[in-house]
């Protein structure tokens, strides 16, 4: 059993055969899926979409992109959605520095408030984090030292790493640690403690290798777990243990 921790089943790219890769998900293995929210909509359609599908669980918050809007009445909705016993986390929130779709001191406000969300109802938070390394480092020291979560598609250094497991939290590695221009990454999965890694796909974002090219879902996680297998030089039973305990603990899944 593997758990792909962050998808985005919801997306419109998913319309035309939902049902479908849901279910080759289920088929290949996959038998839990957490359902990412990335804005206001999304955080709604997930929290459907894990009421339709007893294996899949819905994470609610507002991406960095759309901190610019975050509103009272935004924090209040989500605060009744994260109630629903299907929501297992507050994400994903955090900054993008790369991109800049919302001013930085909107993305570091909304990042804030949404921690101080996720102490409200005591739920583990889904930091998005590019470009952003001492803002989310210093913003998660300042509020988040109650609070528990993972830096998902985690994407900076050894040191970084190292810092941020020293906070409390997970790492997760989707399909870029496949990629050929990926070392500095994989060095990152070979040197930390499985104890502290999470896998993901991002679905559908990041194919992994061998299906570059193709549209992201959830069954390709396996892919990941075998890379991350491969770097450490151990059996894919492991990673598929390790990473299932570490989310269920979590994310308090059954």
């Known amino acids: 059993m593997l758990i792909d921790t962050h998808a985005h089943l919801d997306f419109d790219r998913f319309d035309k055969d939902r049902k479908d890769v849901i279910q080759s998900a289920y088929d290949n293995g996959i038998k839990k899926i957490i359902n990412v929210g990335a804005d206001m909509e999304s955080s709604y359609n997930s929290v459907e979409l894990a009421k339709e599908n007893d294996f899949i669980y819905a994470s609610v918050g507002v991406h960095p992109h759309e901190a610019e809007g975050f509103s009272e009445e935004d924090y209040n909705k989500l605060k009744e959605l994260a109630q629903d016993d299907k929501v297992v986390a507050i994400g994903e929130i955090g900054l993008d520095y790369y991109y800049d779709n919302s001013p930085r001191l909107a993305q570091q406000e909304a990042f804030r408030r949404q921690l101080q ?74 040197e930390i ?48 243990k390790y990473t299932t305990e570490n989310a269920k603990g979590l994310f308090g899944l059954d």
Not at 137 to 151: P, R, S
Not at 153 to 170: H, N, P, Q, R, S
Not at 209 to 219: A, D, I, Q
């Open 193 to 240: 403690s499985l104890e502290n890694i999470l896998i993901e796909t991002d679905a559908p974002y990041l194919t992994p290798v061998p299906y570059r090219g193709k549209r992201n879902e959830p069954s390709y996680v396996k892919e990941v777990a075998k890379k991350i297998a491969e770097i450490k030089g151990i059996d894919l039973s492991e990673i598929t």
């Open 117 to 190: 969300l996720a102490k409200e109802v005591d739920l583990p938070i889904v930091i998005h984090s590019r470009d952003a390394r001492e803002d989310t480092l210093e913003i998660l020291e300042e509020e988040a030292k109650d609070l528990t979560g993972v830096l998902h598609c985690y994407a900076y250094d050894l040191e970084t790493a190292k810092k941020v497991i020293d906070l409390g939290f997970y790492l997760a590695f989707g399909g870029v640690i496949t990629f050929n221009n990926a070392k500095g990454l994989r060095k990152v999965v070979k």
